[in-house]
């Protein structure tokens, strides 16, 4: 009764496109979801992940689940998750791409998922890491540890959206820092990301994590930039 109520004064608009929602939508109204650009990268072994990476980092299994287009519905979405606290988009992201990869044979050998991390001042200025709740969501339907202490960010740096290729991987070579124990050695991690660009963070991030004997690197991410 008091969901009812709260809802009839102040309703809840879609994430992509500000409409409000009707009583069966939840996050994205069903236009969105119709319209929303998939990759289906997980029916595809050698996917735009795969070669974007190819050559950098040995890759067990990559996949995004959306194409993120500039002024687009999952632009909108990215914005409203990273930076208008609207952690519920990643929720409902895991539990889409979840139902996807649940039957998938990389996804029965995963044995934790590791989400590229803030830096702690970032966390701070944010109040939460945008992947957060994505992971979790896939942790949960997969039945996969999420573990946030393996991979740490030891440097602040402002946005890389406006540098170059060549500039976020000089950055990204001296950011981040792996902490594990004999417990990690010869494990398949699942590594996730809100947006994949340039890959230069999700190749740094795996660089880390190979520092572990015998790892294993997996990567999934909710959107990924396409011209």
């Known amino acids: 009764m008091w969901n009812h109520l709260v809802n009839l004064f102040f309703p809840k608009s879609c994430a992509g496109c500000h409409a409000i929602l009707l009583s069966d939508e939840k996050v994205i109204c069903t236009q969105c979801r119709?319209?929303?650009?998939?990759?289906?990268?997980?029916?595809?072994?050698?996917?735009e992940i795969f070669q974007k990476l190819y050559g950098r980092i040995p890759l067990e299994f990559?996949?995004?689940l959306f194409y993120f287009h500039k002024k687009g519905i999952v632009q909108e979405m990215?914005?409203?998750l990273k930076y208008k606290g609207n952690q519920e988009i990643g929720t409902i992201v895991g539990d889409w791409y979840a139902s996807e990869l649940k039957d998938l044979q990389p996804m029965k050998n995963i044995d934790?998922?590791?989400p590229v991390p803030l830096h702690k001042r970032r966390f701070r200025e944010r109040g939460y890491?945008?992947?957060?709740?994505?992971?979790?969501s896939l942790a949960q339907n997969l039945n996969i540890p999420y573990e946030e202490s393996v991979l740490q960010r030891k440097l602040y740096t402002k946005t890389q959206t406006k540098k170059s290729l060549l500039g976020r991987a000089d950055i990204n070579k001296t950011i981040f820092e792996v902490t594990f124990s004999e417990n990690h050695h010869d494990k398949h991690f699942l590594l996730i990301d809100d947006v994949m660009t340039t890959g230069?963070?999700?190749?740094?991030?795996s660089r880390e994590l190979l520092k572990i004997p015998n790892a294993k690197i997996s990567i999934v991410c909710m959107a990924m930039a396409h011209s």
């Open 34 to 47: 119709h319209e929303i650009p998939l990759t289906n990268h997980h029916n595809i072994k050698e996917n």
């Open 62 to 64: 990559g996949a995004a």
């Open 78 to 80: 990215m914005h409203q």
């Open 112 to 114: 934790y998922i590791i």
């Open 129 to 136: 890491n945008q992947v957060t709740t994505f992971g979790k």
């Open 200 to 205: 230069s963070t999700l190749e740094a991030c």
